[in-house]
């Protein structure tokens, strides 16, 4: 990624940053501010420096210092985000919070724990597993991930079909916005909102409006069992008529997971998972809840899933059949590391009636431009994980994929869905935020904007276009 | 019936931004004792002509509608595909339409375990201040595309612009609901909740008042049949009027004499030592208190519990309806206001006596 030309940091800057940080909290040798300078995106630009603050006063002192000195700052969890929010496109500072890893209170109680923002998803897991609860939201990459990245991205996984996202699953915030004030939003009582809702507001901002120094999280009690299902069906047509069935019954499963007949083949050419030879389309479904409840919980299922598209109905209960069920599910990712290790992967939504156009849409548009398109995801709220089998280093296979994407996101949108469930926009997908979002929509976004950030100095030219 | 006034809307408040006239946004004016009282020479826009459920479709489980329709017809229409709104939104004296339903941003006995409307708000299209129309969100349960406003537009007590038309997430109504009954105080139930609280079972609300706790179970049988086995406690003959009245504060408590607060607490908070009668909803996370207590005491009280209070149904804007902003916050709350309605025509002083 090209950076123009910086002007070197002031010093002034510098004495004070090592000032409130102290020496071994600040890194100003490019070699070793380099490692801040990329997420998990194709993206990297080069910090000037990177400070790690341990608590929200330093934050706090650090927002003041650029904003008086006009340098861009970005917020940094641990890196893991996928559309290069995290990498900062003008130099400046990089703020990680990786070093703010302190778990402040677990409240069983009141159901709640706070924790500082570079407490990783895992932790707060495990802190909250020791009491009985869990935080629903659950992406893929929860060893790794901050909570603060969690925050910024309203990051989620199979779960949010049953338990939401973030922002259904945060009571409140310890913040400072850009412009340097500090915020405290929402309360320790379920959710209350005074005033207007900042808490909503600020989570899904991706860091362009306050950088989270705290959160409250609201814990949920671990179910007492689980059970598993592996359905497969002739066609996608089937199984998204099934998706819906299963949707509008009262037993909301706690996963539904969804892979294309691409994906299957995959997992065929790659593993030895028996499935059905004319399977076009997967399910994993999960349910939760009491154990007395559950052999009628998978009867409401199984009768929601039944069609004339249905080709097999498994379930698992012991540990091992469930390990044996998910094994189909899980050869994909290294069936696809395989093929193509620097694929291009999105996640785009779609209403649930409108998958099968969606997969269709998405064959034509692989045989159009010759790029194999796999595809797998949370079927449940619609939400499908595209992936483009490319190679990024081939500079015509690079030129077919943009065309392509931009198809894709043109397919989408028809279909009334949006860019992004869960990913975010960062850079990626900043330019293609006009099609979905209005102008007046935009415009009042970016005055938000400037609210919060008055010098810009957040995050810049990230996540909402100019 | 179905009317699309948009147009009309839009005009008026291009006029109105025009000529700095303010507005009273309004549905059926049944929450127009909530809130601070607004000056009644301001012109009335009301949407109860604006009409119409634009979009139903019971399998994505998401209906759109215009916001002057009336919250029970929408009732009715997810009745007959056997959905609801899962966060249980009060009618007072049985009226209340879409629009006020999400500018008020208030929820039911269901709330703490089925989530709130903001919970279910996916998308909003409205007018802000100057009569632009914007849209927000959408129909999908997943869009991380820029920041959320709908969440922000529900609560905002129409001080932000006037909702069109919204698309609400629905839920497929349970199997089965009863609701049982045990003699226990405050300070029982308060322990119980507790107790209950670690475990994942199938309660859809719970409240304690006049020294009898109730919990209302809803899922399948066996679900249902656990946690009552699990609760004990005797069953409650038409529950669904129960909770129907402490929904729309049809029950006696809510005609006793003093005035009536509403604090938000965390729920394992002790009961506070307040005069006046309470009934704890939400497991303990709302308590209604009729009382003539002043309000620094109950404000002043509920903060050092981290908690707020809000007046319900104040007489006039001698106290303050809402609990009072830090000032950081009161701030961008201002300049929010700003964003959305810069010459400040919609709803003035509704919300704070700031703007
Ligand atoms: C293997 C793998 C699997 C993944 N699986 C999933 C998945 O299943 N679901 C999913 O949603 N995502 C997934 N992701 C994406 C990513 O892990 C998540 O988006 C995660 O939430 C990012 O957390 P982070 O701490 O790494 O944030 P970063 O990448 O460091 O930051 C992300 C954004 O948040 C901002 N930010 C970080 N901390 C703060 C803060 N404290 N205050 C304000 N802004 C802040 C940053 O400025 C940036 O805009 C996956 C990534 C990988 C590599």
């Known amino acids: 990624m090209s950076v123009e030309m910086q002007e070197p940091l002031p010093t002034t800057f510098i004495t004070k940053l090592i000032e409130c940080v102290g020496e071994k909290n600040l890194l100003t040798d490019k070699n070793e501010c380099w490692n801040y300078g990329y997420d998990n995106s194709r993206g990297h630009a080069l910090p000037q420096a990177v400070a790690f603050a341990i608590s929200h006063e330093q934050v706090l002192t650090i927002v003041g210092l650029c904003n008086q000195h006009k340098i861009p700052l970005t917020t940094r969890g641990r890196g893991t985000g996928t559309t290069g929010a995290t990498v900062p496109l003008h130099g400046g500072l990089v703020l990680s919070l990786e070093r703010m890893n302190k778990i402040i209170r677990v409240d069983p109680a009141n159901r709640l724990i706070v924790a500082e923002a570079g407490v990783t998803n895992k932790e707060i897991q495990i802190a909250a597993g020791e009491h009985g609860f869990f935080w629903p939201p659950d992406p893929t990459s929860a060893a790794f991930c901050s909570i603060g990245g969690n925050l ?93 069935a299963i949707m509008a019954q009262p037993v909301t499963p706690c996963a539904l997971e969804f892979i294309d007949h691409a994906a299957i083949e995959m997992i065929r050419d790659f593993s030895t998972a028996k499935l059905p030879d004319n399977a076009g389309a997967l399910l994993m479904i999960e349910v939760d809840g009491p154990n007395s409840a559950m052999s009628d919980a998978v009867d409401s299922i199984h009768e929601a899933a039944k069609n004339k598209g249905l080709l097999s109905f498994d379930e698992a209960t012991s540990a091992e059949e469930i390990a044996a069920l998910w094994a189909t599910r899980k050869a994909l990712s290294p069936a696809l590391r395989k093929v193509a290790p620097k694929k291009i992967n999105e996640d785009v939504v779609v209403p649930v009636s409108h998958i099968p156009e969606l997969i269709n849409g998405l064959e034509k548009l692989a045989t159009q431009h010759g790029i194999k398109i796999v595809n797998f995801g949370h079927a449940g709220n619609g939400n499908i994980h595209v992936n483009l089998l490319i190679d990024p280093d081939d500079p015509v296979e690079m030129k077919a994929a943009h065309e392509c994407l931009d198809e894709v996101f043109t397919l989408v949108l028809k279909l009334e869905g949006s860019l992004s469930g869960e990913h975010g926009v960062g850079i990626e997908k900043r330019d293609y935020i006009p099609r979905e979002l209005d102008k007046n929509a935009l415009k009042l976004m970016q005055s938000i904007r400037l609210e919060f950030d008055p010098e810009k100095i957040l995050n810049q030219d990230k996540t909402l276009p100019d | 019936m179905t009317q699309d006034l948009s147009k009309e809307f839009q005009e008026k408040i291009e006029d109105c931004f025009d000529n700095s006239r303010c507005i009273n946004i309004c549905g059926h004016d049944s929450k127009q004792f909530y809130g601070r009282t607004i000056n009644n020479q301001y012109e009335k826009l009301s949407t109860i002509e604006h009409q119409g459920v634009i979009d139903y479709q019971p399998t994505e489980l998401v209906i759109t509608v215009r916001s002057g329709t009336p919250l029970a017809e929408v009732e009715s229409v997810l009745d007959e595909k056997n959905q609801m709104f899962a966060f249980e939104p009060p009618q007072f004296n049985q009226q209340g339409t879409i629009g006020g339903m999400i500018a008020s941003g208030l929820s039911g006995p269901a709330r703490p375990f089925a989530g709130s409307v903001r919970d279910a708000v996916l998308g909003v299209s409205c007018l802000n201040g100057k009569g632009e129309k914007l849209v927000y969100g959408g129909q999908v349960m997943k869009n991380v595309a820029g920041y959320d406003i709908s969440r922000l537009m529900t609560g905002s007590m129409g001080t932000l612009g006037l909702i069109l038309d919204a698309s609400i997430k629905v839920m497929p109504k349970p199997e089965q609901t009863i609701t049982l009954v045990l003699e226990q105080s ?48 005797e069953p409650l003959k038409e529950d669904k009027q129960f909770w129907q009245q402490l929904r729309d504060h049809e029950l006696d408590f809510f005609q006793g004499p003093g005035s009536l607060w509403r604090l938000s607490l965390a729920g394992a908070t002790m009961q506070l030592n307040l005069s006046g009668d309470t009934l704890i909803d939400w497991a303990g996370a709302q308590r209604w208190i009729k009382t003539d207590e002043s309000d620094n005491v109950i404000r002043h009280l509920c903060e050092s519990h981290g908690g707020h209070a809000a007046l319900f149904a104040p007489p006039d804007n001698k106290i303050e309806a809402f609990h009072p902003l830090a000032p950081g916050i009161a701030l961008l709350h201002k300049q929010l206001k700003q964003a959305f309605d810069p010459v400040g025509i919609l709803n003035p002083l509704r919300m704070t006596a700031d703007y």
């Open chain 1, 152 to 244: 910024a991205y309203n990051s989620a996984g199979p779960r949010a079909v049953k338990y939401g996202t973030p922002r259904d699953n945060v009571l409140g915030l310890r913040a400072v916005s850009g412009a340097g004030d500090e915020l405290r939003t929402g309360t320790f009582t379920t959710k209350g909102v005074v005033g207007y809702d900042l808490t909503r507001l600020i989570i899904g901002s991706e860091g362009t409006l306050a950088i989270i120094t705290e959160a409250t999280l609201k814990l949920t009690p671990l179910p007492a069992s689980k059970r598993t299902m592996r359905v497969v069906y002739n066609d996608i047509f089937s199984a998204s008529q099934a998706v819906a």
């Open chain 2, 186 to 233: 405050a300070e029982q139930a308060l322990q119980t909740w507790q107790k209950l609280g670690n475990q994942a079972l199938a309660i859809s609300a719970s409240c304690q008042f006049n020294e009898q706790l109730y919990i209302r179970l809803s899922g399948n049988a066996a679900a249902v049949k656990h946690a009552q086995s699990m609760i004990g406690g």
